[in-house]
C-alpha cells in the first residue's frame, strides 16, 4: 500500500463549485504540504502544515483553504472553484525529526480540471 | 526572476550517452540542495541529495558551487529508464520548504 494516497485521483468539476481534495499518510510524518504543478512553472506551495492545529500560508494560498484533521489527515478545499486553477494537485509529508534534509515523500496527484 | 531556474529541455541523447543538466538558484540564503526525479504524470521522487563537497550514486554526479550559486546533475551511461524529468530543489535557510525548478526533461533513445 501506498504511504502518501490522495482522492479523487482525477476530477472534472464547474466553475464556482466547491471542491475538496483528500490526503492521507501512514508515514508517521508530522509536516504535510499541498502543491500545485503547472506546465513551466513547476511546483508552487499552496499550504502547509507543521502539526495537527498548524496552518500556514505558501506561495499561492488564495482561493485556497486546508484543515489537518488528524496528523495523518491534511485536505484541500477549493471554495469556488475557477478554470485557473486547472492543475495537477500534489500532497507531500516530511518529518524533520528523522531527516537532516528535509526530503518529502509525494502522494500520486489529483488532476483536476475546472470548466 | 525565477528562484530556481532550469532549463526545460528537452535533452534527446542516445543510450550510453554522458548528460549534464544545470540549475541556478537566486538566494544565496539556501542550504540545502536536491535532485528529484519526475516520471510523466507521476509525483516527484527524491533522487539524490548535492552537497557541497559533490556526491555520487552509481551513474548519477551532483555537484555544488555556492559562489556562483550552481547546481549540476551528470548522469553516465544512459539508460532507457533515466528517461523522466530533473527538478533542481532548495530548502533555504531559516524554511522549512522546498522551492522547486520547472524540471529538465531527458529522453533517452535506442
Known amino acids: 500500500d501506498a504511504d502518501v494516497t490522495q482522492t479523487p485521483r482525477n476530477r472534472i468539476t464547474k466553475t464556482g463549485k466547491r471542491i475538496m481534495l483528500e490526503c492521507s499518510q501512514t508515514?508517521?510524518?508530522?509536516?504535510m504540504y499541498w502543491y500545485r504543478q503547472d506546465p513551466g512553472l513547476g511546483l508552487r506551495l499552496i499550504y502547509y502544515s507543521f502539526d495537527v492545529k498548524d496552518i500556514n500560508k505558501g506561495e499561492i494560498s488564495d482561493g485556497y483553504s486546508v484543515s489537518r484533521q488528524a496528523q495523518a489527515k491534511f485536505s484541500l478545499s477549493l471554495e469556488s472553484a475557477i478554470p485557473n486553477q486547472t492543475a495537477l494537485y500534489f500532497c507531500a509529508t516530511s518529518d524533520l525529526e528523522h531527516s537532516s534534509y528535509n526530503e518529502q515523500f509525494f502522494g500520486p496527484g489529483t488532476r483536476l480540471t475546472v470548466l | 526572476r525565477k528562484e530556481v531556474e532550469q532549463d526545460p529541455g528537452p535533452f534527446n541523447v542516445p543510450e550510453g550517452a554522458t548528460v549534464a543538466f544545470n540549475c541556478t538558484y537566486s538566494n544565496s540564503a539556501s542550504q540545502s540542495f536536491f535532485w528529484y526525479r519526475q516520471d510523466c504524470r507521476k509525483e516527484p521522487k527524491l533522487l539524490m541529495s548535492v552537497y557541497s563537497s559533490g556526491n555520487e550514486d552509481g551513474r548519477f554526479t551532483a555537484q555544488l558551487n555556492r559562489a556562483s550559486q550552481y547546481i549540476s546533475l551528470l548522469i553516465r551511461d544512459s539508460k532507457l529508464s533515466d528517461s523522466a524529468t530533473y527538478l533542481c530543489?532548495?530548502?533555504?535557510?531559516?524554511?522549512?520548504?522546498?522551492?522547486f525548478g520547472a524540471g529538465t526533461r531527458l529522453a533517452v533513445h535506442p
Open positions: 508515514k508517521g510524518h508530522d509536516r
Open positions: 530543489v532548495v530548502n533555504m535557510s531559516g524554511y522549512n520548504k522546498l522551492i
